[in-house]
């Protein structure tokens, strides 16, 4: 059963994606040029922008990352980012109003995944198991453990190194109590290998993966 938790939704689409995140991102799968500035504008804001700012940024970014979809409605690597610009603007709000933008946000990575399973390095499945974890279940939401499971587990099959799908997937196993395994998920993560071109997005998620890390093996340690 998915465990309501509203407390961990605003912290958890900040950090998404998605699909926080920087999500994953081969060298050899870089979007079109449209696509990179939404990309490598979200990552200036997750990880420089001020605090008190960065709603206001992401409101402009939404509506830049939906212009590139209205552009490119068949482009996966859009809707991809798309969807995480709008899991970021739902954690920056918070609360249940949140819900609704990360309902919109599923749909971007469904249709993605709909278009191309595999773009991005399975950026859809991160992305979307990370919404199936964090999000609320029901009644007040649409969160499930089980689909979370799924879709973090088939980004790993298809990108088994990324630094996102192991970060996301160390998350879900540590709020399943399963701090074993979130320890080698983390550790995973933060040995991942670099990405050209996404050096802001690495450090921060490194960094993030480096203190979650921490927490695990402190609890591990006071059993």
Do not use: C
């Not at 407390?7 to 990179?36: C, E, K, M, S």
């Not at 605090?51 to 939906?66: N, P, W």
């Not at 920056?92 to 991005?120: K, M, N, V």
Request: hydrophobic share 45%.
């Amino acid at each position: 059963m998915h465990i309501t938790r509203p407390d961990r939704l605003a912290a958890a689409l900040l950090a998404v994606v998605l699909v926080a995140p920087g999500l994953a991102l081969a060298d050899d799968a870089t979007p079109a040029a449209p696509v990179t500035a939404v990309r490598d504008q979200w990552a200036q804001i997750i990880y420089v922008t001020p605090k008190a700012q960065r709603a206001s940024a992401f409101d402009a970014l939404a509506r830049q990352a939906a212009q590139v979809v209205a552009e490119r409605p068949q482009d996966p690597d859009a809707l991809i980012w798309d969807g995480i610009v709008r899991s970021s603007l739902a954690g920056e709000r918070g609360g249940l109003g949140a819900l609704s933008l990360a309902r919109q946000a599923r749909r971007d990575f469904e249709s993605a995944l709909a278009l191309d399973p595999t773009a991005l390095d399975g950026a859809a499945h991160v992305s979307l198991g990370a919404l199936y974890d964090q999000v609320p279940g029901w009644p007040i939401g649409f969160g499930d453990d089980a689909k979370a499971r799924t879709h973090l587990q088939r980004a790993l099959e298809l990108a088994p190194a990324d630094i996102d799908a192991n970060y996301f997937y160390g998350e879900f196993l540590r709020g399943q109590g399963d701090l074993a395994g979130a320890a080698a998920a983390f550790e995973r993560a933060i040995a991942a290998p670099a990405r050209s071109g996404r050096e802001t997005a690495d450090r921060g998620r490194r960094e993030d993966a480096t203190q979650k890390l921490a927490d695990v093996r402190a609890r591990l340690a006071s059993r």
